[in-house]
């Protein structure tokens, strides 16, 4: 048994990195970048009008009231997409929409409701005193040229779709999805919507791992149910070491009479790099390598399972897509958290901010088999084995669960 920082350290060596690929913006959503994304050109792109209106020369409307209107005279039009070439001389004006081109000689927008409004009349009477760069949008005032505007890394959302477009990038290059198997072992687990008989249970531990892969952008190549059998494992686990970046059991790996995986794994020439790690739960973890193909087994309990995943196996994908490091925290215990003498030890938690401070509380349900301890869990809470017991007000790690927030 190695400890949870050695089996890191192990794992940390043998992460190898996905290439890349270039996707359409239109099919980019959860993508990670592999390049950073850079403002070709300044934004507002060009001087442009905030308001419909006319463009003016301030001076020309100094003194100008609804009692005293400034008369200018109209001598164009210039509208999103289509930008007036005239220059603005001493008295004269020129309507102006919203997001059209400010013209030459131009320094203020007058908004129509100031001024007598659009009609073919060529005089416009403008009724209040324009200050210099009034609803003009300044070329550059948002972003530089050259400025970096989402870094390599960066998981592409709503946000960052939008700022692509804006910003002219038709396609992006994005890390290519890991190709992942995920399996799971046990006479007794049966589909949820069949009937189970006595002695069965539902297998819950894909359904997670399937949402887990899909949450981090990786593709689900094979899935399967297998008995706890050699012949049907070793025929699943040759095909998925020949076509996945990652294979993910779940059960089987302990110490059973018909725990099978890791003989089949080693059967099959898997090199494996450690077997069982000082943690709680999910102690008999295994990690190995195959030519190709990262294999983690992590122990059935539904718990210990959704925990490996996010301790063990998101971290290896994030980074095999050159993700941002994902960071832990420490959080104020308002509650005691149960160590261990010689395992680290996990539990789903809840964390929250107050009084200015990271505060957390483990789920009270600990079992292993306890999924239940999950729902409404939006962290991971992880402690040092220790002799002392952490009590309340005491700091402990938590790692956020990416898709959560603090509540
Ligand atoms: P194992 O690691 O195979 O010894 O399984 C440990 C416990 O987890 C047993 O109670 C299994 O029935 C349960 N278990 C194994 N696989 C699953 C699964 N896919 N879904 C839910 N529970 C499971
Ligand atoms: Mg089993």
Request: net charge neutral.
């Amino acid at each position: 048994m190695i400890s949870v920082k050695e089996a890191k350290s192990i794992i940390n060596q043998k992460i190898f990195r996905l290439g890349s690929e270039i996707v359409q913006l239109n099919n980019s959503t959860q993508r990670l970048l592999s390049e950073d994304i850079i403002a070709k050109f300044p934004s507002p792109h060009f001087n442009n009008s905030a308001m419909d209106g006319f463009a003016v020369r301030s001076l020309d409307t100094i003194g100008a009231s609804k009692e005293n209107p400034v008369t200018l005279k109209n001598i164009g039009i210039s509208s999103a997409g289509i930008p007036s070439n005239l220059v603005l001389n001493k008295g004269e004006c020129i309507q102006c929409m919203t997001g059209a081109k400010i013209p030459s000689g131009s320094d203020a927008i007058v908004i129509v409701e100031d001024t007598t409004g659009f009609s073919d009349n060529p005089n416009v009477k403008i009724m209040i005193e324009a200050l210099p760069e009034s609803h003009i949008r300044k070329k550059g005032e948002e972003i530089k040229k050259g400025d970096i505007l989402i870094n390599k890394g960066t998981r592409i959302k709503p946000s960052e779709i939008g700022i692509c477009a804006t910003f002219g990038y038709g396609e992006l290059k994005v890390s290519k999805k890991p190709k992942i198997a995920i399996f799971g072992t046990g006479n007794e687990l049966v589909e949820p919507g069949k009937n189970i008989k006595e002695g069965e249970i539902y297998n819950s531990n894909l359904y997670v791992f399937s949402d887990l892969v899909k949450k981090i952008g990786g593709s689900v190549l094979m899935k399967d149910v297998l008995k706890d059998d050699k012949e049907h494992l070793e025929s699943f686990l040759s095909e998925a070491m020949e076509s996945c970046d990652l294979v993910i059991s779940s059960g089987g790996v302990s110490m059973g009479r018909f725990d099978y995986v890791r003989d089949v794994f080693l059967d099959l020439g898997v090199e494996e790099h450690f077997w069982k790690v000082a943690q709680k739960p999910g102690k008999p973890l295994f990690f190995g390598t195959g030519d190709k193909t990262l294999i983690f087994g992590l122990p059935g309990n539904p718990v210990s399972s959704y925990i490996g995943f996010m301790v063990w196996v998101w971290p290896v994908l994030n980074e095999m897509m050159g993700g941002n490091r994902i960071k832990s925290f420490k959080a104020e215990l308002t509650e005691p958290f149960p160590l261990e003498k010689i395992k680290y030890r996990y539990l789903f938690g809840k964390a929250w901010v107050e009084d200015g401070k990271v505060r957390c509380k483990p789920s009270k349900k600990s079992g292993s088999h306890m999924l239940t301890s999950s729902l409404n869990a939006n962290c991971i809470l992880g402690a040092e084995p220790s002799g002392r017991q952490l009590n309340s007000g005491d700091l402990i790690d938590i790692n956020l669960l990416p898709w959560e927030t603090m509540k």
